[in-house]
């Protein structure tokens, strides 16, 4: 039998089913709607979920958000059109019929890319450079979820007190500066109104100001990896997202890395599982519960 497992992000919700012997089919994606009302998450959920449901005997959700006692609750409502909280749980329970497990798309995302690296590594962090900045710590092998549910936000941690205000309401925070949502709020003159997308895509055709947004962004996302080194001693930091993920970037984050003390570099490499970290992290971790 099948997991049907989801990956609810600001910008996306992906679904597909993954099997016992690990096989991922049916992969799917819709966009995630924009709404401060949570009927239109509820009929996404229901449009994603209609297909697959009826092919599992359980449901593992990666989820955007503070994961806590089955809620989602918005850390950065603005990444999720507003909303600020959701009865996730309850939700897809009552949707498929089925028993489901929840944990934060960046945690789950971390245990994913842990277990592939489990037999050389025991301390890593995972970052999603994404619509927003999330994050997950995994020391001595157990990923650090925290008792409510935020440990590894590290996106909501400080990178320049006079930097702009980040959605949590806090000023400066790496997501307010390195996001795919900062990227395009930086954005100007002749790019101004494009998506982060839109904005690689000029910073590949030599756009002189594209180059200084995702520059700043991979120095930010640099010196977070800095911290989490000095924080923790990560024997490497795996970075995903679309940002994370999109052609050159990962290289600008390395090239900042070298600029640090020698003790304080850690590898950073792109995550195994590419797009869908999250999906394999919520159905391996639904496995360990
Ligand atoms: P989610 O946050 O829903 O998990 P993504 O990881 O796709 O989704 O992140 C969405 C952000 O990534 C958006 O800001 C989008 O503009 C940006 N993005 C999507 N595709 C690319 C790409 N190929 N290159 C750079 N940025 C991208
Ligand atoms: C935000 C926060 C995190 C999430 C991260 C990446 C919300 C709604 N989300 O910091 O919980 O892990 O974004 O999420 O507060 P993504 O949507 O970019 O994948
Ligand atoms: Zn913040």
Redesign the pocket.
């Known amino acids: 039998m099948n997991t049907l497992a989801i990956?609810i992000?600001?910008?996306?919700i992906s679904a597909a089913l993954i099997s016992r012997d690990n096989q991922l089919t049916q992969h799917t994606q819709i966009t995630?709607p924009a709404s401060a009302s949570p009927t239109q998450l509820y009929e996404a959920l229901v449009a994603i979920t209609t297909p697959l449901k009826n092919h599992a005997d359980s449901v593992a959700v990666a989820s955007?958000g503070i994961i806590c006692n089955g809620i989602l609750t918005a850390l950065n409502p603005d990444n999720l059109g507003g909303l600020k909280d959701f009865p996730l749980k309850e939700t897809l329970s009552a949707i498929t019929g089925l028993p489901c497990w929840l944990l934060n798309?960046a945690q789950a995302a971390t245990w994913a890319e842990y277990d592939y690296r489990r037999e050389t590594i025991s301390d890593m962090a995972f970052i999603?450079v994404?619509?927003?900045v999330g994050g997950g710590v995994i020391q001595q092998g157990q990923l650090f979820t925290g008792k409510r549910g935020i440990a590894g936000h590290l996106g909501h941690t400080l990178a320049d007190p006079h930097g702009p205000r980040c959605g949590c309401g806090r000023y400066g925070c790496v997501e307010a500066i390195a996001s795919?949502?900062a990227?395009?709020a930086q954005a100007t003159g002749e790019l101004a109104g494009k998506?982060?997308?839109a904005i690689?895509a000029a910073f590949h055709q030599g756009n002189s100001q594209a180059k200084s947004i995702i520059k700043h962004s991979a120095n930010t996302i640099a010196n977070l990896v800095t911290d989490i080194k000095a924080t923790t001693d990560a024997d490497c930091v795996v970075l995903g997202?679309?940002?994370g993920l999109?052609k050159g970037y990962i290289e600008l984050v390395q090239a900042a890395m070298t600029q640090q003390p020698l003790a304080l570099q850690v590898p950073i490499l792109s995550a195994h599982y590419h797009?869908d970290a999250g999906l394999w992290g919520a159905v391996l971790w639904a496995r360990e519960q």
């Open positions: 990956d992000g600001g910008t996306k995630t955007t798309d999603t994404s619509t927003g795919g949502r990227i395009a998506d982060a997308k690689f997202g679309s940002v999109a797009h």
